[in-house]
């Protein structure tokens, strides 16, 4: 499979979610243009693949970029704690304000079915399809409950987590999992150097104090020689001395 144009995700469990995913994170925008907008609502299902998207333009991209904050912080608020009413409101006049186009299938010239959509789409109902999603994410208290933020440095994105253990920690193992894993041995390199630093220092200190115990030790030796051979002359010329005075 190749990776979606312009960074774009699709794995975050929903159609909101991976909307919300198109900011934040590097780089921050994702929705940068109406290709970029056009490629998205075709990599998250919205549009079918050949249906032709000639109406996007900047206008879309605006409208999409505010239903995308919208949800970030619905949705945010929500894992925290609650909502607050006048987004909610917002939401469900997001979800009214248009009417998503109908799929079709039909069959194709090689006789396989294929699926199109039964008018043109326009942006209200392109919006309305995606704050529908997240009406129907909101409310369900199982979706809700795999609701998880990513614990990558950084990365603030929101995922539902619908793993067997409901233990993933990441929104991509490849992406900000990998990023974990590459930082945390890079981690323990810096502590064992450290650590080998510290051993190195460690042994340089005591042989420097070996070395001046050996010095201190030398002198020692060399005074007590001195005085001893003083001590000698001195009691070698005093007989003599008092012989002499006697
Ligand atoms: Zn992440």
């Not at 990599?43 to 409208?63: E, T, Y």
């Not at 995308?68 to 006049?93: I, K, T």
Request: a positive charge.
């Amino acid at each position: 499979m190749t990776a979606p144009p312009y960074g774009l995700r699709f794995d975050c469990g929903r159609i909101c979610l991976d909307l919300v995913a198109t900011a934040g994170g590097a780089p921050d925008e994702r929705l940068t243009g109406p290709g970029q907008l056009a490629a998205w609502l075709a990599g998250a299902g919205l549009v079918p693949r050949g249906v032709p998207l000639d109406g996007v333009d900047g206008r879309w991209v605006v409208r999409f970029r505010a239903l995308r904050d919208l949800l970030s912080r619905v949705v945010r608020d929500e894992l925290r704690g609650r909502a607050a009413d006048a987004d909610l409101a917002r939401l469900n006049s997001a979800a009214a304000a248009g009417q998503p186009p109908a799929p079709r299938v039909v069959r194709t010239a090689d006789g396989t079915l294929a699926r199109t959509l039964s008018r043109p789409p326009d942006c209200a109902g392109l919006l309305a399809a995606v704050a529908r999603d997240a009406v129907g994410l909101l409310t369900d208290a199982g979706a809700r409950g795999q609701l998880r933020e990513c614990a990558g440095e950084g990365c603030r994105l929101v995922y539902l987590d619908t793993s067997r253990g409901r233990r993933r920690r990441w929104c991509s193992s490849e992406v900000c999992g990998n990023r974990e894993r590459v930082a945390r041995h890079r981690r323990k390199e810096v502590e064992g150097n450290r650590g080998k630093e510290a051993g190195e220092n460690r042994r340089k200190e005591v042989e420097g104090n070996r070395g001046k115990e050996v010095e201190g030790n030398r002198g020692k030796e060399v005074g007590e020689n001195r005085g001893k051979e003083v001590g000698e002359r001195g009691r070698r010329g005093r007989p003599r001395g008092r012989r002499g005075k006697v």
